[in-house]
Each structure stands twice: as structure tokens, then as C-alpha cells.
């Protein structure tokens, strides 16, 4: 079964620094992933997909994504984080059509 | 353009009443989608529609769960008999489907349910 973990609930990190949010995916064949992005009561909001080709992807707001096949990883990364990214990030992988989400990131940017 | 729109933005419900939920997608997309996300269960998918063919109703957890999508634009998710576990917010999304089957989905802002 395809099946995507994030394993930390929470990524506390100083405004500037460099951010990264793990996920890790579980899928037969090729993957499609995704991540999105939840501000608080809003809905979700695409960042990046990783389709084929070139392993990293850049995405909206500066974010960009490295895939890893031998580690089955998909790591969203920034390089200097703003307090305004603080939100939820969800990574995902596309299984017959729809979407399977991993728990959830919560993102805290300290000034 | 315009996006996702859902309505209502906020339902609260007694135990026991039926609910329906509506979905606008986005002018020409395809696809669309029903997810649900809860505290406890974090984001789930319910069922899917593709154009005229069958919709994938997997995700749907149980048979008080219901959609259809009219003329291949609007859905409607109707919940009967609801339950206090039933409350969370209903996400729809839609996406390009037709010759770019990898198409990013794009979410509305959702409906909060809460069944009291």
C-alpha cells in the first residue's frame, strides 16, 4: 500500500536559517509527490510536485524539494526561513488518482 | 480566476440530523475531489469523480456518506444521520485531469462540520 510518514510533528527554527521538513513515502512504482502548505483556517495550498527528471524541484515561496530514490525521501527545504512560512506542510504521494497525505508538519519560524 | 469555493464555511448540526456539503471547482477542471481532515485521522480521502466515469468512493468510512456531482461541475457530499464523530473540516479539490493526469490539485477552503 502507498503510504507516506512524516516523522516530526513539529520543526521549531530561527528566522534566516535553513529549513527542513522530512517525509518519507512507501509506494509501488514510480512516485508522484507532493507538498502543500495550510495557513491557519485556510485550505491547503500546492508548493511543488516531483513527477520525473530532475531530483530537486523548485516550488512557490522559495521552497524547493530534493527526491531521493535510495532513501525513498522527499525532504522540503528552504534556505532562509521567514516567520510568515510558519504554517502546516503536508507531504503526499498520488496513488490511483488521489491523494495520500502524511500527518502533517507544523513549521514555527522565531524572529 | 476564481478557485475551490465550498459552502457553507461553518455547519454545526445536531446528532442525528443529515447535512450536504457543496463543492464549486474550478472552471474546466475534471477532476474532483472529497478529503476530510480531523484531529485525530489528519487529512483523509473520501471519494473521487473523473469526468463520466465511475467515482473511486474507497475513502467513504461509512454508508451515511454520499456525493454526486451534477453536470460534471458541482458535488455534493451529504452526510445522514450524522454523528459527533463526523465532525472536521471537509475539504474539495480539483485538478486538470484530460491529457495531464499528474495535475496538482487545488483545495477550497473548506467546511467546518460539528455535530453536536
Known amino acids: 500500500a502507498q503510504s507516506v510518514a512524516q516523522p516530526e510533528d513539529q520543526v521549531n527554527v530561527a528566522e534566516g536559517n535553513p529549513l527542513t521538513v522530512k517525509c518519507t513515502y512507501s509506494?509501488?512504482?514510480?512516485?508522484?509527490l507532493f507538498w502543500y502548505v495550510q495557513y491557519p483556517n485556510r485550505g491547503l495550498q500546492f508548493l511543488l510536485k516531483y513527477i520525473t527528471g530532475d531530483n530537486l524541484v523548485k516550488g512557490s515561496y522559495g521552497f524547493e524539494a530534493e527526491f531521493n530514490k535510495s532513501q525513498t525521501s522527499f525532504h522540503l527545504k528552504k534556505p532562509s526561513a521567514l516567520v510568515s512560512d510558519s504554517a502546516l506542510y503536508f507531504c503526499a504521494v498520488r496513488a490511483a488518482g488521489k491523494l495520500i497525505f502524511g500527518q502533517g508538519t507544523t513549521l514555527q519560524v522565531k524572529p | 480566476g476564481a478557485g475551490v469555493s465550498q459552502s457553507p464555511s461553518n455547519k454545526v448540526t445536531e446528532k442525528g440530523k443529515d447535512v450536504e456539503l457543496r463543492c464549486d471547482p474550478i472552471s474546466g477542471h475534471t477532476a474532483l475531489y472529497w478529503y476530510r481532515q480531523s484531529l485525530g485521522q489528519g487529512l483523509e480521502f473520501l471519494i473521487y469523480f473523473q469526468g463520466n466515469s465511475a467515482p473511486d468512493k474507497s475513502g467513504l468510512p461509512s454508508d451515511r456518506f454520499s456525493a454526486e456531482r451534477t453536470g460534471g461541475s458541482v458535488s455534493t457530499l451529504t452526510i445522514q444521520r450524522t454523528q459527533q464523530e463526523d465532525s472536521a473540516v471537509y475539504l474539495c479539490a480539483s485538478s486538470l485531469a484530460r491529457g495531464d493526469r499528474l495535475a496538482e490539485q487545488y483545495f477550497g477552503p473548506g467546511t467546518r462540520l460539528t455535530v453536536t
Open positions: 509506494v509501488s512504482g514510480n512516485p508522484y
